[in-house]
């Protein structure tokens, strides 16, 4: 049983042979301030009032009940902390801007590897791959519910998200949050911004500009590459096979024109820009996640506060 813990992947998915449930946390993806000497994330819509503390107490009672939910039902079932490597997607959504990052990590590999040394040593996952194939649906059952009916959300898009209002997820999110319809169409709504946020960042005509004055800058540098992606695609594709040292001078020369070029600048400003339009258009849905997850708080508290490991 693999349940994906981290809020780059807070959304509840299925997979043929495997479990991967991923409880959907209090801030999401990209949009946390990052905690220490990490890179600056950018704001986006969601965390308007919740910060990374706030989310992560929202987290790990999540995972607690979860667990008990879980071991209630006769599965076994470890909390994962909310402490997944950051992706270069998740900390630099348009450029690299930090030259400490860069020096580090490059483009991230390093942080991929981990992740993936993370997933295998994953006790759930073990656990879950040692079950017979009736307890394996089982288990399914229980974490979510029998079926993507009873409770359903609309996307600033228009699509419709479902999923079952039975189960261990939807149990641990109504006891922590209430209302689970509520929180369930506020959630999925704000997660759904940051996507849209970045989508219209980089669709804007002066971020293109931006990326052309970066270009020119990289081409003199010695590096043709017609946009930041292209750059993070090749240092991290298998086929390409980077050395990490030339992982780390390819990033450290994306920085430098980020700057001299004026991108790093303008993709803050446009990111802040199209935020804000965006909290005015959804309002109501991020005012709403706010207001449930302000209440959450006590309850969170009283879930970890009495927990006994047995």
């Not at 919740?50 to 607690?64: I, N, P, S």
């Not at 519910?145 to 641990?172: H, M, N, Q």
């Not at 992982?247 to 600048?265: F, I, P, T």
Request: glycine letters at 8%; aromatic letters at 6%.
């Amino acid at each position: 049983m693999s349940f994906v813990p981290s809020r780059a992947r807070a959304r509840s998915a299925l997979t043929a042979g495997a479990l991967v449930l991923a409880v959907a946390s209090a801030a999401p993806a990209g949009c946390s301030p990052a905690a220490g000497n990490g890179p600056r994330v950018p704001h986006g819509v969601g965390p308007t009032r919740t910060g990374t503390e706030t989310a992560r107490l929202l987290h790990d009672a999540e995972q607690w009940l979860l667990r008990t939910c879980m071991r209630r039902a006769g599965f076994d079932y470890h909390p994962v902390p909310d402490d997944d490597p950051p992706s270069v997607e998740r900390a630099f959504p348009y450029v690299l801007t930090e030259q400490a990052w860069a020096g580090a990590h490059g483009y991230g590999s390093d942080l991929e590897r981990r992740r993936r040394d993370l997933a295998v040593r994953d006790p759930n996952r073990g656990y879950f791959a040692s079950l017979p194939a009736e307890r394996k649906a089982l288990a399914l059952l229980a974490a979510n519910g029998p079926g993507p009916d009873g409770v359903r959300a609309t996307l600033p898009t228009g699509g419709v998200v479902r999923r079952s209002d039975r189960g261990c997820v939807s149990g641990a999110w109504r006891e922590l949050y209430g209302d689970l319809r509520a929180w369930f169409q506020a959630s999925t709504t704000v997660h759904a911004l940051d996507a849209i946020r970045r989508g219209r960042v980089l669709a804007d005509p002066r971020y293109a500009d931006g990326v052309r004055a970066w270009a020119r800058c990289m081409r003199e540098s010695g590096h043709r590459y017609p946009d930041p992606s292209r750059t993070r695609a090749a240092a991290l594709s298998p086929a390409t096979a980077m050395s990490p040292g030339s992982e780390r001078a390819l990033a450290r020369a994306e920085v430098r024109c980020a700057e001299r070029s004026g991108l790093s600048a303008t993709a803050r400003r446009l990111d802040e820009l199209h935020a804000a339009a965006l909290r005015a258009e959804h309002h109501r849905a991020v005012a709403e996640k706010d207001r449930l997850e302000a209440a959450a708080l006590p309850r969170a508290r009283a879930v970890l506060g009495g927990r006994t490991e047995h």
